[in-house]
């Protein structure tokens, strides 16, 4: 069964303080990996879509990467404005649109 | 900017009425989607569509109906409304056989 996992649930870091959150993923065959961010109440918004093994995308102090097995979503130097929810999903071989969802890394950057 | 707009940011409705959710994209995109979020589950898709009049179900299609009769307007329509479709709905849209990019702000929907 398909299947996509992030970890941590929660994360709470320092202003300043780097860190990564981790989505693993058990697919047939990988089309893309989809990386969103949301604020409470608002819809996801678009960060990166990475689509092979060894892709890296980049946007302000985010940085998205990607293996066989899982993806990355580096986080340097947060700042408060950083926190929200990030959600993984994958598109997976055969799918027109459908993605799979993880249940999201929910940041908190403390000032 | 692409834009995805919704009908209603909050919505109340009674068990068994008809309801009806809105989205309008102004980019010319092929694919619309509609979702479900609930603390728990995360984003469930419910139906998406790849042009107009096409639709295709997703993974919770159950007492969901949709329509698309024009290419940027893409409805979701519970025909019979339950207390269990109490949650956030979030239409999104993109180009091509891509997954979703561009979403809406959401239609919280209460079921009473």
């Known amino acids: 069964e398909d299947q996509v996992t992030q970890s941590p649930e929660a994360l709470r870091l320092q202003e300043g303080e780097s860190s990564s959150l981790n989505c693993s993923y058990t697919?047939?065959?990988?089309?893309?990996l989809f990386w969103y961010r949301q604020d409470p109440g608002k819809g996801p918004e678009f960060l990166f879509t990475l689509y092979s093994a060894g892709e890296e995308k980049e946007k302000e102090r985010l940085k998205a990467t990607l293996t066989k097995k899982e993806s990355f979503l580096h986080i340097t130097a947060p700042k408060p404005e950083d926190s929200a929810t990030y959600l993984c999903?994958?598109?997976?071989?055969?799918?027109?649109?459908?993605?799979?969802f993880g249940q999201g890394t929910t940041l908190q950057v403390k000032p | 900017d692409v834009k995805v707009t919704q009908s209603s940011r909050y919505l109340v409705k009674r068990t068994g009425e008809k309801v009806f959710l809105e989205c309008v994209q102004d980019?010319?995109?092929?694919?619309m989607f509609w979702y479900r979020q609930d603390p728990g589950l995360g984003l469930r898709l419910i139906y998406f569509s790849y042009d107009v009049k096409m639709k295709e179900k997703g993974d919770i299609p159950e007492g969901y109906s949709v329509s698309r009769e024009k290419k940027e307007r893409f409805s979701l329509i519970l025909e019979s409304a339950s207390t269990n479709q109490t949650s956030m709905y979030l239409c999104a849209s993109t180009r091509l056989a891509g997954g979703p990019k561009f979403f809406g702000p959401g239609t919280r929907l209460t079921v009473l």
């Open positions: 999903a994958v598109q997976t071989s055969g799918n027109t649109g459908k993605l799979i």
């Open positions: 697919v047939s065959g990988l089309r893309g």
């Open positions: 980019m010319d995109h092929e694919n």
